[in-house]
């Protein structure tokens, strides 16, 4: 049977990014995204509902994401959900979603950066950064992102 688990966000970093290392030495960075979508609700009164997505970025792509990121730029994060459980100081069970990044792109500079776990999707990335780079009004459209 056929399975998928890909997650795609554009959004702003909300939180500078934090970068540990495992007991095996390999870091990992963690930070947040905040994603926003407004709409216009039957009693007419426009609202904006804003979404936020922890992501978690390994080794290399950790690296660069921990150098290059900072709170409040613009991003494009593709990877996978994953839902981590853990017990808490205090017994209770815990758990938490957060996408498990493989690919992220800066998109707030007309010099789009990006950053993958493979090469060969590195060459494409940088193609889709420049599309969203050149952006004149700064908003996104559906036409904007090449896939």
Known sequence: MVSLNKVMIIGNVGTEPEMRFTPNGNPVTSFRVATNRVYTPPEGERRRE???????????LAE?????????????VEGRLHTRTWESQDGQKRSRSEIVANRVIFLDRREATSFSEEATEEAAGEAIGETIGETDTGELGPGDIQF
């Open 50 to 60: 804003t979404e936020w997505f922890g992501v978690v970025a390994w080794n290399k």
């Open 64 to 76: 660069q994401c921990n150098q290059f990121l900072a709170k409040g730029r613009l991003v494009y």
